[in-house]
């Protein structure tokens, strides 16, 4: 059968609405008095935006989707209630990120499978900012650290979780595990890890050995899918450095870089220097060898967001404001495979 993945950065979806609101009463309200519904002390994602996140997973119907920066357990309970009328099974647990924004799944309800979700909060991340590994040098950076909490370097913690969502036909054959990361942004205000290579090298190492420990309880040929914003160059493209061993130390491969799509055609996130437009590839599915061969190449792509009227496809932005008036900062990744019947 085939099995349709969808990978998205959703953006700050945050949906916990300090009122009861009834589904069918949506239509009714505006982006303003939607904002109106939210706590005191955390806004609601836009409605237009909410609303055109739910119509592109329901025009695209995946099978599976692996959700970034989402609000929590309700946020995700709430959008597949509100906006893709129950038509998922969601899964989250709450990981470390400061800001509220976890990594969960939702499953298709109609699929023959039932499913579990494994945390892996708790794994460590030891590593050591430039200005522990020379305080000389970094004498500056050291004295501010002072002022806050880094903790010790051998206790570090994942900065939010690579959850693993595990698929069992109806014999109880575990027959599809997909790994979920959202790795270290660049962002940095105290300076203390410049572009954030520091912690996010840390947690590709992090997600090689959840990888490693996976397959040596399943197979070595265990299907294994790993999505996410990895927030960087992860591809085979001028790979940057700390990405280099996903491909010497595992069987990974980038789904679109194995469809054959050009480079161009695998950017999902755009990001603005001045005038100048930056357009990156931060969003992958990764393939374990054993599915390699199982990709259907021409069902897998970016998908690019349309325009309502006609279908037709909307130019990129060129500018934050541009950027902002779209459903999400990212651009979701979709890939099909085959699984075995």
């Known amino acids: 059968m085939k099995f349709k993945l ?47 996140l739910a119509q592109i997973i329901l025009r695209e119907d995946p099978d599976c989707v692996c959700l970034c920066e989402v609000g929590g357990p309700t946020a995700l309970s709430n959008f597949n209630e509100f906006f893709l009328s129950g038509a998922y099974v969601a899964y989250l647990i709450p990981g470390n990120s400061d800001r509220g924004i976890e990594s969960g799944f939702l499953l298709k309800k109609s699929l023959p499978f039932t499913a579990e979700l494994q945390t892996n909060r708790h794994w460590p991340v030891p590593f050591q900012y430039l200005h522990e590994e020379d305080p000389e040098a970094y004498a500056v950076t050291a004295l501010m650290a002072e002022a806050f909490n880094l903790g ?34 660049g962002y940095d205000p105290q300076g203390f890890d410049p572009g954030g290579q520091k912690r996010r090298a840390a947690e590709v190492q992090a997600l ?51 469809a054959g799509l050009p480079r161009y055609e695998r950017h999902t996130h755009m990001t603005f220097y001045g005038r100048t437009a930056s357009a990156k590839q931060l969003d992958y599915i990764f393939l ?53 019947d």
């Not at 370097?153 to 698929?167: A, F, G, M, N």
């Not at 595990?177 to 959202?182: G, W």
């Not at 160059?233 to 940057?240: C, E, G, H, L």
């Open 288 to 340: 374990s060898k054993s599915l390699h061969q199982r990709l259907i190449p021409e069902e897998s792509y970016v998908y690019r967001y349309v325009y309502d009227e006609d279908g037709s496809e909307m130019l990129a932005p060129f500018s934050f404001r541009d950027r902002d008036l779209l459903p999400s900062d990212h651009y979701p990744v979709v890939c099909v495979v085959a699984l075995k």
């Open 208 to 258: 090689i050995a959840i990888y490693h420990k996976l397959k040596a309880e399943k197979s070595n040929d265990h299907p294994v899918i790993v999505a996410g914003d990895f927030n960087g160059n992860a591809s085979r493209d001028d790979t940057w450095a700390e990405f280099q061993p996903l491909y010497e130390a595992t069987d990974l491969e980038d789904a679109l870089f194995l």
């Open 152 to 185: 010790a370097s051998e206790k570090r913690r994942l900065s939010r979780d690579i959850p693993v969502l595990h698929l069992y036909d109806p014999q109880g054959t575990c027959i599809l595990s997909v790994m979920l990361a959202h790795l270290k942004s």
């Open 6 to 52: 969808m990978t998205y950065n959703v953006q700050d979806l945050f949906l916990q609405p300090a009122f009861p609101i009834k589904p069918e009463y949506l239509h009714t309200l505006s982006d303003e008095h939607w904002a109106m519904l939210g706590e005191a002390d955390q806004e609601l994602k836009p409605l237009s935006k909410l609303k055109a």
